[in-house]
Nanobody, 123 residues
């Protein structure tokens, strides 16, 4: 069974930076897509913010393009560097592994979720 664990969340002032890490355990298929999502307080849906396809192609949501950078150091480790953080980035952040080689921008195609890590940006 695959498990994901996020770390690195916290509280930071507007304009600051944080780096989130995600470590996986279990039998990982390195050919599946991976991604980061966030969920706002009181909202049911999780917003896709960055994902990496099986071929290494990285995509970002418009809201974080140019400020966030996702990388995958190893099939069992990925990270999300967040710069120039804004109060609207405040959310619970999740890493995820998809069911297929592509499609990790679609929360309905996610196979495994982490437990989430809180990011709070104060003005």
């Amino acid at each position: 069974e695959v498990h994901l664990m996020e770390s690195g969340g916290g509280s930071v002032q507007s304009g600051g930076s944080l780096t989130l890490s995600c470590d996986a355990s279990g039998d990982i298929d390195g050919g599946l897509c991976v991604g980061w999502f966030r969920q706002y307080p009181g909202k049911d849906r999780r917003e896709a913010i960055a994902n990496i396809d099986y071929d290494g192609r990285i995509s970002y949501a418009d809201s974080v393009q140019g400020r966030f950078a996702m990388s995958r150091q190893h099939p069992k480790k990925m990270s999300l560097s967040m710069n120039n953080l804004k109060p609207e980035d405040t959310a619970l952040y999740y890493c995820a592994i998809g069911r297929h080689r592509r499609g990790c921008e679609n929360w309905g195609l996610i196979a495994v979720w982490g437990q989430g890590t809180q990011v709070t940006v104060t003005s």
